[in-house]
């Protein structure tokens, strides 16, 4: 069911010449009857990141990307949005214009502390705001709403650590649920991780807050899986510090594991 706040953001584009059927083309760049139930929403990754037996199609080729992507059986959208909050969640409030149902959303974060360690797979809890989107994604945009939680669909949380502990067990791969931080800057977070962590994040990334409030607001249902790319605890950070190994091991965790939950869960 489209939210009263939805209807406000599509009523704002309709006012200004915007129709709600050019929504998605115009956004995204392809036909809203392309899109599937089950959307796979990436900032930065692209399908060959996994396995070799994923198939894909490539549907639109710009500034965002989208592909047929085909596990086995089974189809769904793949989107890359590019990085940040407010391109992921354009893309996500033109999806509430189409049929999709559905989003896995998928990407790396940064562990915060000890014991989440690069190449572990989290699934959060909720993400709390730290970005400017948010703001908008209501009829007041002099709220503040930094600091509030934003949570994955109930239902969605529950299949999708139900699927990955069992995966990852299998696997023998370690994964964490935890609370995350989503923040608008790389350069200048590090100066705050001190604020940021006494706010209770365990991990941090840039896109998942307004994401899941997006989804939310347009009757999407929406999880998150993300794999660690970096601690700043252990001073392994996007910019210094991690070993080739690391890296190594990390890519393969997303190679082979993140296609074997995305099929499970879709």
């Known amino acids: 069911m489209i939210s009263e706040i ?9 006012k200004y010449g915007t ?32 396995d070799t037996s994923v198939q894909v199609e490539m549907i639109v ?34 999806l509430g214009c189409t049929k999709c149902k559905n989003i896995i959303f998928v990407g790396s974060v940064g562990s915060l502390i000890e014991g989440i360690n690069i190449g572990d797979i989290v699934i959060p809890r909720f993400s709390i705001c730290g970005d400017g989107v948010c703001k908008y994604l209501s009829k007041n945009i002099d709220v503040n709403c930094f600091g509030e939680r934003n949570y994955p669909d109930g239902n969605m949380f529950t299949k999708v650590t139900d699927v990955t502990d069992k995966i990852c067990i299998a ?4 994964w964490h649920i935890a609370d995350n931080f989503s923040v608008d800057t790389i350069f200048a977070q590090f100066a705050h991780l001190d604020n940021i962590i ?5 991990v941090i990334e840039m896109e998942t807050s307004a994401s899941f409030k997006a989804a939310n607001i347009s009757g999407i249902s929406i999880c998150a899986i993300f794999i660690v790319s970096d601690n700043s605890t252990l ?6 510090g991690r070993t080739e190994e690391e890296q190594l091991y990390r890519s393969e965790v997303r190679r082979k594991i993140i296609p074997q939950i995305i099929y499970q869960v879709f």
């Open 61 to 94: 080729d710009g500034p965002i990307k989208v592909w047929e992507f085909s596990i086995e059986d089974k189809n769904y959208t793949y989107i890359k949005t590019g990085i940040g909050a407010s391109v992921c969640t354009d893309v996500i409030l033109a």
């Open 235 to 240: 001073k392994k950070s996007l910019y210094s």
């Open 6 to 14: 939805y209807q406000y953001l599509i009523d704002g584009n309709i």
């Open 19 to 50: 129709k709600e059927k050019d929504i998605c083309k115009s956004v995204i760049g392809c036909d809203k009857n392309i899109i599937k139930e089950n959307v796979i929403i990436a900032p930065w990754w692209e399908p060959d990141k996994y």
């Open 171 to 174: 696997n023998k791969v370690k």
């Open 198 to 202: 006494s706010m209770g994040a365990q």
